[in-house]
């Protein structure tokens, strides 16, 4: 029977002379290069992938900044900054856009879907980058409600304001809605609520008037 030794092999570490196995572990480390080039084809792909992600924002961006009007352009930055950069993508950017439409009672033309079909962007992830996006702006619900009021915004928004103003708007949203359709549907109370802040503007107004004459009068 062959008897076995230790021996140190050419690296430099002990080896079973028998076998020709490493018996000096704590100096080894044992790299399997088999899957090498897998590991290298797949951080390949993935490199490919993050520029095709950042291109695709690049091409999203650019052709929103196209469409959009200088003050849309506004809200679309002031929107951005809240949001961690690192969860933006062209879906995102998209979702941003179509939230400022609504707020303006805008709908998305046919150019803006067909450029949507033509980058093969979905209409799903921006839906759910909007239910996202809600929570990031942290909108009144019943502001976003105004906003898709087919009556009108303007109107039912300075409602809003003043009702507030008052005291009146109190509760959950599903309550303050309906005290904003009670006022919306019943024309003797609009006028009377407007009338009423007509009122005080003229106060407000006079009072400044006293103010300023107070103060023009020279006592001798």
Not at 149 to 163: N, P, Q, V
Not at 183 to 212: A, C, G, P, V
């Amino acid at each position: 029977m062959q008897e076995c030794y230790k021996v140190r092999n050419s690296e430099g570490f002990l080896v079973d002379s028998c076998t020709g196995e490493v018996v000096d572990f704590d100096n080894y480390t044992y790299q399997d290069y088999s899957n090498l080039e897998y590991y290298e084809r797949a951080s390949s792909q993935k490199r490919e992938t993050e520029k095709e992600i950042k291109d695709m924002k690049k091409i999203v961006l650019n052709y929103l900044q196209s469409v959009m009007t200088e003050k849309e352009k506004e809200m679309f930055y002031k929107i951005l900054q809240k949001i961690d950069e690192k969860k933006l993508d062209a879906s995102f950017y998209l979702a941003i856009y179509e939230y400022i439409l609504e707020r303006e009672g805008k709908v998305v033309t046919r150019d803006y879907i067909k450029f949507l079909k033509m980058k093969g962007l979905g209409r799903h992830a921006i839906r759910q980058k909007k239910k996202l996006l809600r929570h990031v702006v942290r909108e009144d619900p019943i502001i976003h409600y105004i906003y898709e009021y087919s009556g009108d915004k303007e109107e039912a928004l300075r409602i809003y304001e003043l009702l507030k103003k008052k005291g009146i708007m109190y509760g959950k949203a599903e309550t303050r809605k309906k005290i904003l359709l009670k006022y919306l549907s019943d024309q003797k109370l609009k006028e009377k609520l407007f009338e009423e802040e007509r009122m005080k503007e003229i106060e407000r107004t006079l009072l400044l008037l006293n103010i300023r004459d107070f103060d023009s009068f020279s006592f001798f």
